[in-house]
């Protein structure tokens, strides 16, 4: 072969090399835009709030693959704007709650106090009115006190020491402290017990889970009535029930019972502010137990307290 036809065969060769690189190059580049347009179009979608519908996660593709971690942070994203959400709703309501419980015993307390320092008063109506706000400024004082208990446990702030001791000791001493208030209404207690009972809690806090039971037995019970409380030991849980013969709760009723500041409309006229036995639930699910309850309207009502026997 001559070298003429040599430096022909070479320049061919040159060529073809070069049109097949710019054919590789263009064929890149439209699998590249189009790759671009994919994620583009992705990522617009998600801004534009219409999810991740159009999305190819089930193909091995990188675009594939990227569209998963997309979705990822798609659903992240979406979670956090509903927790911020759901947060926002509860501080709306709590604040709502809070200016209702403060409304009535300021409004009350303003009153007698304007009417005692711009009227003539005798010395036994101004010793009542005098009571009515002590009895107004007492509530203020409960409801702060049971707020900031609310805060701290709602906020992690209070770290629970859970140890394993005798139930009875405990559920003896909710007991005295709550004896005089039913003997007033001539209230009786009785107490079945396995003394051998024991789990693992926080003494403190549980008695005070179980005295906000206890108090709303007593409260709601007529005179003269009946309180029983029972103290059992199963494989994984101690309980103890206390059961009343008060005036029962309404079946529709008894999830809401836990509810912040929640009150029956019947009871409105009893004192108390709806958060005791919110903070019952709040105290008592926090060392891994749970409270259930069973009530019938007009002849009473019980509440199983279930704890966990081991420290976990």
Partial sequence: MSAQNWMILYILTVLCLGVGMILMWLAMRRRFVNFTDQIYESIECILK???????????????SKIQT??????????????????????????????????????????????TILNHELDREEEHRFL??????????????????????????????KKEKALLLNCVMEVVDSIELA????????????????MAAFDRKWTTEALFNILDN???????KGRIR????????????VVED??????????????????????VHK????????YLSRQIITSQNGFIKVRSKLGEGSSFGVYLTKEKE
Avoid: W
């Fill in 49 to 63: 709030g219409e999810g991740v519908g159009g999305f190819e996660l089930d193909e091995d593709t990188l675009c």
């Fill in 69 to 114: 971690m997309l979705k990822r942070l798609y659903d992240i994203t979406c979670a956090s704007v509903e927790e911020n959400r759901n947060q926002k709703k509860a501080v709306q309501e709590m604040v709502s709650d809070i200016s209702h419980q403060l409304k009535t015993p300021i409004s009350n307390i303003t009153m007698y106090s304007d």
């Fill in 217 to 223: 037995a007593v409260k709601y019970t007529p005179e």
């Fill in 245 to 266: 013969t008060g005036i029962g709760i309404e079946q529709n009723h008894i999830n809401d019972i836990f509810k912040r500041f929640y009150r029956e409309p019947k």
């Fill in 182 to 197: 039913a003997k007033k209404k001539e209230i009786s207690i009785e107490i079945q017990a396995d003394e051998k009972a």
């Fill in 270 to 277: 009893k004192p108390g502010i709806g958060i005791g036995l």
């Fill in 229 to 240: 409380i029972s103290v059992e030991e199963s494989e994984m849980f101690s309980k103890i």
């Fill in 131 to 160: 009571k009515v706000m002590q009895d107004q400024i007492e509530k203020l004082d409960f409801l702060v006190r049971s707020l900031m208990k609310m805060s701290r446990l709602e906020n992690n702030m209070i770290v629970l």
